[in-house]
């Protein structure tokens, strides 16, 4: 009988660390199956495009503890995952944790997934919020001649966008904007939340936003545009803090958000004064739906007053407003030129509203004193079906411009119960012409001519961007 060899201290030593290995393997695992940091969930979620490859930004040297700054981290991924645009793209995912950080670019064939339990804290260091230029279309800063800040999420010359979440959030910790705001001591126009440029296929989706240090989300010389499933808090009393404002955009779909603002729950708008003009950039084919907006200072829906380059085939409707100024107001001045037409709007319930309808045209926040006051803008075809309102102080407060009056004004089939203490001029049109049925109190003699039969107009076909269906996509997220 061979028996085996006897056994050497050599090969005693090593059977006792192999049995040491695979005794730390057993307890790791163990320990990794006891352990919720390193397990994974697994979610989906829907997109304009699913991506090939995803990064966590802790793998970029991130930390979630609220008080460590990420700008490095997120700029450092960003840079790293736009080499796969080519492949597949790429996601970011910000995992849970309190993620502080300044200003950082996106980059194409890439989303930005924030999950439920991250939230991204906007820095308060100036130094971590680089300059820009000015808008082309603007001429200067929104808040002061100078420069401006870059928005916290910001892209330029993008294609196929994704910043969304499954209710992630993002804070703008804007109080110490706001405080220098009221102080007078803002040289350079404040950071917006997001601002998106120049680009095409963009979504923004499914995300909480509080506190912007001015306007929360600003789509800009873009097309292709899907902001869906956003809840924006502000408080009502801090300025600029609109919700979106869709600029000089084309094919863009807002829809399912809720917002409360200190100043408009979204501004249409397409440059200031002879900026815009020169620019000619419109806002156009554009669909507004099932939303809900409080701002007591502002208004829900405006148009204007920086529309120099054009708003048209505007599409409303589905809308809740609740202790508001107005529901749609109409701004512009001389000096606009440029033009706001065929806007449609129907479905508005609203409640506790100053105004319901508004219309201005001696909007005088110039850009600066080159504009030219000729220069006349168009404001026709507007029109407004089945609205229902509640405890309202004013019907309607409609002013044209002296020689250029709102033309082609529809209002039909609405509904108006007054508050207790009512004005009691509830009418106030001035150089307005237009059409109205069925509407309780009745309206003012400029838009007496009876509507035509079936009411206000409202288009039944659908936008190409109504038509864009999302894709479900996957992604794993630790679970801490």
């Known amino acids: 009988m061979n028996l085996p060899p006897k056994p050497t201290k050599i090969n005693q030593a090593a059977a006792r660390i192999s049995a040491v290995i695979v005794l730390a393997l057993v307890n790791l695992a163990t320990v990794d199956a006891m352990n919720p940091r390193l397990s994974l969930n697994s979610l989906t979620f829907q997109a304009i495009n699913c991506r090939k490859h995803s ?33 597949g793209g790429a996601q970011l995912v910000v995992p849970p944790g309190k993620w502080l950080t300044g200003s950082f670019n996106l980059t194409s064939h890439f989303t930005l997934f924030i999950d439920k339990e991250a939230k991204l804290l906007a820095s308060q260091n100036e130094s971590e919020w680089p300059r820009v230029e000015v808008l082309p279309s603007y001429g200067r800063g929104r808040d002061a001649p100078g420069g401006r800040y870059s928005s916290l999420i910001f892209g330029t010359n993008l294609t196929d966008v994704v910043i969304t979440g499954n209710n992630g959030k993002i804070d703008g910790q804007g109080s110490y904007w706001w405080e220098k705001f009221h102080k007078e001591e803002v040289k350079v126009t404040r950071p917006y939340m997001i601002e998106i440029m120049y680009s095409d296929q963009i979504q923004i989706s499914d995300l909480t936003l509080n506190n912007s ?34 600029d000089s955009c084309s094919n863009t779909r807002i829809e399912d958000c809720y917002i409360v603002s200190g100043d408009d729950c979204i501004a249409i708008k397409s440059g200031w004064n002879q900026y815009g ?46 202790n508001t100024q107005a529901a749609v107001r109409i701004k512009t001045a001389r000096g606009r030129g440029g033009f706001i037409k065929d806007i449609f709007v129907r479905r508005m319930f609203l409640t506790r509203m100053k105004y319901i309808f508004w219309m201005t045209g001696d909007y005088k926040a110039h850009a600066d004193d080159k504009f030219d006051p000729s220069a006349l803008p168009v404001i026709k075809n507007i029109n407004y079906k089945e609205l229902v309102a509640m405890n309202v102080s004013m019907s309607a407060n409609l002013a044209g411009i002296s020689g250029d009056p709102f033309t082609d004004i529809c209002i039909s089939n609405v509904k108006i119960e007054l508050s207790a203490t009512p004005k009691k001029l509830q009418w106030n049109c001035t150089n307005i012409e237009g059409f109205s049925s069925d509407v309780d109190p009745p309206p003012c003699a400029p838009l007496a001519k009876a509507a035509k039969r079936g009411g206000c107009d409202f288009p039944e076909d659908q936008l190409p961007i109504e038509k864009v269906q999302l894709k479900s996509c996957s992604l794993e997220i630790p679970v801490f």
């Open 277 to 322: 003009i020169k620019f000619g950039m419109p806002t156009e084919d554009l669909v507004i739906r099932r939303v809900t907006c409080t701002s007591p200072n502002s208004t829900a829906i405006a148009l204007g007053s920086e529309m120099s380059g054009g708003i048209r085939n505007v599409r409303i409707e589905n809308i809740a407003v609740i």
């Open 213 to 246: 240090p001015s306007w929360f989300v600003h789509p800009i010389y873009s097309r292709n545009v899907i902001i869906q499933r956003l809840t924006i808090l502000a408080p009502v009393t801090e300025p600029n803090t609109d919700g979106i404002n869709p």
């Open 55 to 87: 990064a966590l930004l802790t793998e970029f040297g991130g930390v979630g503890d609220g008080v460590t700054s990420n700008t490095h981290a997120f700029r450092q991924a960003i840079e790293h995952l736009s080499t796969l645009a080519a492949d």
